[in-house]
């Protein structure tokens, strides 16, 4: 990859669940808390996971109308009810849980040391509503975050790239999007934008043929990246 000038701020655009929070992690801990079971906590996840995915896979295509993210979470507990894997109270108390996702050990850290040397954009599937409280509870720094709901689709769709494309302020350069999920990162570069992989344990680890922009164990190590490529 070529430097970038020194007089030039880039733009990194961050991908929130999974990368910058430990979503399935942080569920699995609050299921566990609400239910008391914390062996059945892990398959209540999977199946909660699972069914958001799927939703939103449905979205994509255009078989089913847009619906925010914790409506779809709010589905899957219904669900997950119905089927006799949750008691109806503790999913009453879980309706929530997506916004009091925890960060990862460097996420605030490094959100802020990204800050310092680029413009930071969160993207995300998670709702407007769900986004507002993970940002105030975890204290996560960006400069703007966009959420599916900003682009009436989900990822990987690449409606919600162009988005992230069309929010960089003029003469940033092209932005690097920064996901844990290689998928992700795809579909960004599939869209036009440079890519930077951290890679997290519940993420999606890149195949032999992917080749990324930059790639750093943590969002404090790409921030010295970028300090360097800037020279």
Do not use: C
Not at 57 to 62: D, K, L, M, S
């Amino acid at each position: 990859m070529q430097p970038l000038p020194q007089d030039s701020r880039p733009v990194v655009v961050v991908d929130v669940l999974g990368t910058v929070v430990d979503q399935a992690g942080s569920l699995t801990r609050r299921v566990a808390a609400a239910t008391g079971d914390e062996q059945g906590a892990r398959e209540v996840v999977r199946r909660w996971l699972d069914h958001v995915a799927d939703s939103e896979r449905e979205i994509v295509a255009r078989r089913r109308e847009l619906a925010p993210s914790h409506v779809l979470d709010a589905e899957a507990l219904d669900l997950l009810v119905a089927d006799g894997q949750l008691p109806a109270g503790a999913a009453a108390r879980l309706v929530d849980a997506s916004e009091h996702l925890e960060p990862w050990p460097d996420a605030v850290a490094g959100l802020d040391l990204l800050a310092a040397e680029a413009t930071v954009v969160g993207l995300s599937n998670a709702s407007r509503r769900t986004l507002a409280g993970l940002g105030g509870r975890a204290g996560l720094r960006w400069h703007q975050v966009l959420s599916a709901q900003d682009a009436g689709t989900y990822k990987p769709a690449p409606a919600i790239y162009e988005l992230a494309l069309s929010s960089a302020p003029a003469g940033a350069g092209t932005p690097f999007m920064v996901a844990a999920h290689a998928w992700d990162l795809r579909a960004a570069a599939a869209a036009g934008m440079r890519t930077a992989y951290v890679p997290r344990p519940d993420g999606d680890p890149p195949r032999p043929d992917d080749a990324f922009d930059l790639s750093a164990p943590t969002l404090a190590d790409l921030a010295a990246r970028l300090r360097a490529e800037r020279g």
